[in-house]
């Protein structure tokens, strides 16, 4: 009998997790086989606001409607108690988001989500190290999306975890009939991407390459969000669910998001597997590191003070004039990814999504949130201090703190 494609590395995320997993190229196409296997067409997702443009689009294809949800203020993620009783009543799942690897209110949403019999989806593509009452995010829900992408850097890699054995070998088939055969350029971007990134790092050429990359149109987005096409968009709501419909938005900054990658880059993946612990050891250092400092958003120090560990994917400082000021950092060797501005009601309107009934926590915290890399916390320590970069403060009601659970990991990892 043939071994499932990835079982290797699936089984590697599943002695983390102790869920059964799938493996997937991407993070993306994990959450488009949940709703896919989950919602039938034309179901509503409650869903976080200030989230990548990408998700949005992986919602959209697979044929269902985006309902946007309220945000606490402190961390961008859904505030449970902020969405109407009306809205509850209404959606047929909840997709969180757990931004930056801040964990979603994943213990109140699964509670309503049991009450109302409606699946709960966990994106844990930033959270591959986060905890909530010392359960790993990615087992609260029916199903949860991980990312290699992000968190070892590399250019591939995704898992969706599951609840059991039979749902795994459904979702296999499923993957297996969305994959399309790898090509030799993928397999090759993908493995080489990571390291390239790395050497422009080590090289100190961060500022000449971003900057190139902007003036010769490389990149994808010429601001924080792709293009919308919003004509295209219309026309291909008729031939949702479709993953090829959607694909020029979807596939936005990982093309090979469904190639059947070869054995070099899931050789390479499973590698950069065996140093996650150490990965999020020196992450969770650079968390306190910038948790002390002026910029940290109070829910981020209140977490820090509960539980010094805390392998964040990024680190939600807020900013007075934060996008002047990312334009400076270049000038220090950092570039600033995964700002989510604006939200995604103000981004694609009313005919793609039902637009949250209180946007303005969204608006504040995406447009001062910026998002630090904690493996770069002294550089951008000193790359703030010498901007003399200014701290905002959220001055709405809703900035009061919500309880915080014990996100206090089972075993300590590494330190
Ligand atoms: C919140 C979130 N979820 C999911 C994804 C998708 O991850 P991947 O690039 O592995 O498809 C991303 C990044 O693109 C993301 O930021």
Same mark, same amino acid.
């Given at each position: 009998? *043939? ?18 997993? +799938? ?31 990408? @998700? ?21 993620? @859904? ?6 009783? #009306? /809205?509850?009543? #209404? ?15 994943? +213990? ?21 190290? /986060? ?16 990312? =290699? ?35 030799? &350029? ?17 090289? &100190? ?12 149109? +490389? ?31 979807? $596939? ?7 190639? $059947?990658?070869?054995?070099?880059? $899931?050789?390479?993946? %499973?590698? $950069? ?17 910038? #948790? ?38 270049? #000038? ?11 939200? =995604? ?29 904690? =493996? ?8 703030? *201090?010498?901007?003399?970069?200014? /701290?905002?403060?959220?001055? %709405? ?6 309880? @915080?659970?014990? *996100? /206090?990991?089972? *075993?300590? =990892?590494?330190?």
């Amino acid at each position: 009998m *043939t071994m499932p494609y990835g079982s290797r590395l699936a089984a590697m995320m599943t002695r983390r997790l102790g869920r059964e997993c +799938v493996y997937t190229p991407s993070a993306r196409l994990a959450l488009y086989l949940a709703l896919r296997h989950w919602c039938r067409p034309g179901a509503r997702v409650l869903m976080s606001p200030v989230n990548d443009d990408v @998700i949005l689009f992986v919602v959209l294809a697979a044929g269902l409607r985006p309902v946007l949800a309220p945000v606490s203020v402190g961390d961008g993620n @859904i505030d449970p108690a902020a969405v109407p009783e #009306s /809205t509850w009543r #209404s959606v047929d799942a909840v997709l969180t988001t757990n931004l930056y690897g801040m964990p979603d209110r994943v +213990v109140e949403l699964r509670r309503r989500c049991e009450q109302l019999g409606i699946p709960l989806f966990e994106d844990a593509a930033h959270a591959i190290g /986060t905890h909530v009452d010392g359960q790993p995010i990615g087992t609260f829900g029916k199903a949860a999306a991980f990312s =290699l992408s992000k968190h070892v850097a590399a250019s591939a890699g995704g898992f969706l975890a599951v609840e059991d054995a039979r749902t795994r070998r459904e979702l296999e088939l499923l993957r297996d009939a969305l994959l399309v055969p790898r090509r030799l &350029h993928d397999d090759l971007a993908a493995t080489l991407r990571p390291l390239a990134r790395s050497a422009v790092r080590t090289l &100190h050429l961060v500022r000449p390459v971003w900057r190139t990359m902007q003036r010769l149109g +490389v990149l994808e987005r010429d601001d924080f969000r792709m293009a919308l096409h919003a004509e295209r968009l219309s026309g291909c709501a008729r031939e949702a669910p479709s993953l090829a419909a959607y694909e020029p938005w979807v $596939r936005v900054d990982l093309h090979g998001f469904r190639s $059947r990658h070869g054995a070099l880059v $899931r050789g390479q993946l %499973t590698l $950069r597997m065996d140093r996650l612990d150490d990965d999020l050891a020196r992450r969770a250092v650079g968390v306190s590191l910038l #948790s002390g400092t002026a910029w940290a958003s109070p829910a981020l120090r209140d977490r820090t003070a509960h539980n010094g560990h805390l392998p964040l994917f990024r680190v939600p400082l807020l900013v007075h004039d934060r996008n002047a000021l990312i334009e400076r950092l270049v #000038s220090h060797g950092v570039v600033t990814g995964y700002v989510y501005d604006p939200p =995604l009601d103000d981004y694609a309107g009313a005919e793609f999504v039902e637009p949250s009934p209180d946007p303005s926590a969204a608006r504040w915290f995406a447009s001062h949130v910026l998002p630090a890399d904690p =493996l770069l916390a002294r550089g951008i320590t000193n790359a703030l *201090t010498a901007e003399q970069a200014a /701290t905002a403060h959220p001055s %709405t009601p809703a900035a009061a703190p919500a309880p @915080i659970p014990d *996100t /206090t990991p089972p *075993t300590p =990892l590494g330190q």
